[in-house]
């Protein structure tokens, strides 16, 4: 079956832009996760989302970070007036619903260049 | 909090060496453990994975044993091929207050393997 898919796989903005980025999940997984790959930072939790439950942004880094999860499927993660900083490698995590130690399974993540 | 402690890179090894990349980690609770790797220009994909003290997690000949007594999860291989050549990411995930699994990550082991 299909993946984890994220879109777009590039992206290049300026300083003070907004940016969207999106992720469709494997289908029937209820948990999504978004992390950032960064030179400086390695790989950083961003926020989780579990079914219908309030998300986990325990990781944002700032208000200028917001996600949604639209119907239990579709996520975007929103970047209000990007910095230089926020360049970085988004990616996605899906798992299956279970109460066991779920693997996650991640997409091809969004390279974002902030000019 | 968490943490996952993983030797610096780059490896370089010759074909067939044997390979360890050591792992350590901080956890609160009982966690997962895991081996993600990453090939260049493809995204994250697990490589192996144990759920419990004493487990071995196998895949395409690499082994990693959860040690609860040594809070360790080395990697190792018999003997590498140019093929494997790519980024290691020992990761844990452990089930906070929140019901989140989100993966706390090492910083990654750059593995070159020479003909």
């Known amino acids: 079956g299909a993946g984890v898919s994220q879109s777009p796989s590039n992206k290049v903005t300026e300083k003070g832009k907004d940016v969207e980025l999106r992720c469709d999940p494997i289908?029937?997984?209820?948990?999504l996760y978004w992390y950032r790959q960064s030179l400086g930072q390695g790989l950083e939790f961003l926020i989780y989302?579990?079914?219908?439950?309030?998300?986990?942004k325990s990781g944002l880094p700032s208000d200028r970070f917001s996600a949604e999860r639209t119907g239990g499927s579709v996520s975007t993660l929103t970047i209000q007036r990007t910095q230089q900083e926020d360049s970085a490698v988004y990616l996605c995590?899906?798992?299956?619903?279970?109460?066991?130690?779920?693997?996650?399974?991640f997409g091809p993540g969004t390279r974002l260049t902030v000019l | 909090g968490n943490s996952v402690t993983q030797m610096e890179g780059p490896v370089t090894l010759s074909e067939e060496a044997f390979l360890t990349i050591n792992c350590t980690y901080t956890?609160?609770?009982?966690?997962?453990l895991f081996w993600y790797v990453q090939y260049p220009g493809e995204g994250l994909q697990l490589l192996l994975k144990?759920?419990?003290?004493?487990d071995k997690g196998s895949n395409k000949g690499f082994e990693a044993t959860y040690r609860k007594e040594t809070t360790s999860f080395h990697l190792e291989k018999g003997s590498v091929q140019v093929s494997d050549s790519a980024v290691y990411f020992c990761?844990?995930?452990?089930?906070?207050?929140?019901?989140?699994?989100?993966?706390?990550f090492g910083s990654g082991t750059r593995l070159q393997v020479q003909p």
């Open positions: 995590a899906s798992s299956p619903p279970s109460g066991g130690t779920d693997t996650q399974y």
């Open positions: 144990a759920t419990k003290a004493d």
């Open positions: 289908s029937g997984h209820t948990a």
């Open positions: 956890a609160t609770g009982y966690p997962s």
């Open positions: 989302f579990q079914g219908n439950s309030a998300p986990d």
């Open positions: 990761a844990l995930s452990d089930l906070g207050d929140t019901g989140r699994r989100a993966l706390t």
